[in-house]
T-cell receptor
Framework: GQSLEQPSEVTAVEGAIVQINCTYQ??????LSWYQQHDGGAPTFLSY??LDGLEETGRFSSFLSRSDSYGYLLLQELQMKDSASYFC???????????WGAGTKLIIKP | DGGITQSPKYLFRKEGQNVTLSCEQN?????MYWYRQDPGQGLRLIYY???????QKGDIAEGYSVSREKKESFPLTVTSAQKNPTAFYLC???????????????FGPGTRLTVL
């Protein structure tokens, strides 16, 4: 079956850097996506890796290694507003569906 | 402004009643999706539709039904057969990219359904 594993919770300090990992067991996917969801809100798209390597978008970067079945989201210069849940998801190439991880709750302390 | 709307934001239902959740998009997207999210959990796919008049079951379709008569609209009916319907329901749409392109999903604000 298809599955993605993420830590359930990560704690970091304001201004620091944090990495949220995502390991997967799936075959045949186009790429790895990351979404952010604040409490009570809807998920919003953050980044997408179609190829291995690092993609940078401002304070956020995302990495994919297909050979290691692994990706991560890196958040720099953490701000209190970054407190949210972060989900990784893969786009299956069989039906273009997104398969979602269970999400990582990021707690930021002053 | 383009986007996805869901209504109502909060919905209360008595046990044994069917209820329909609305989802409308004006992004001209072909694909639409319904997800269920329980507290502290990820998103689980209920149904999805890649084209008008066609839809497929997701992982947890039992107790739910959908229709896709128009490109813009994808209503979800939660039937009395759904044993535990209290949850946060999210509708999304996308314009699927072929050959490895990103398939960003855009979400509506969600409907929080509570069964009394």
């Amino acid at each position: 079956g298809q599955s993605l594993e993420q830590p359930s919770e990560v704690t970091a300090v304001e201004g620091a850097i944090v990495q949220i990992n995502c390991t997967y067991q799936t075959s045949g996917f186009y790429g790895l996506s990351w979404y952010q969801q604040h409490d009570g809100g809807a998920p919003t798209f953050l980044s997408y890796n179609a190829l291995d390597g690092l993609e940078e978008t401002g304070r956020f970067s995302s990495f994919l290694s297909r050979s290691d079945s692994y990706g991560y989201l890196l958040l720099q210069e953490l701000q209190m507003k970054d407190s949210a849940s972060y989900f990784c998801a893969v786009v299956l190439n069989s039906n273009y569906q997104l398969i979602w991880g269970a999400g990582t709750k990021l707690i930021i302390k002053p | 402004d383009g986007g996805i709307t869901q209504s109502p934001k909060y919905l209360f239902r008595k046990e044994g009643q069917n209820v329909t959740l609305s989802c409308e998009q004006n992004l001209n997207h072909d694909a639409m999706y319904w997800y269920r999210q329980d507290p502290g959990q990820g998103l689980r796919l209920i149904y999805y539709s890649q084209i008008v008049n066609d839809f497929q079951k997701g992982d947890i379709a039992e107790g739910y039904s959908v229709s896709r008569e128009k490109k813009e609209s994808f209503p979800l009916t939660v039937t009395s057969a759904q044993k535990n319907p209290t949850a946060f329901y999210l509708c999304a749409s996308s314009s699927p990219q072929r050959r490895g392109g990103t398939d960003t999903q855009y979400f509506g604000p969600g409907t929080r359904l509570t069964v009394l």
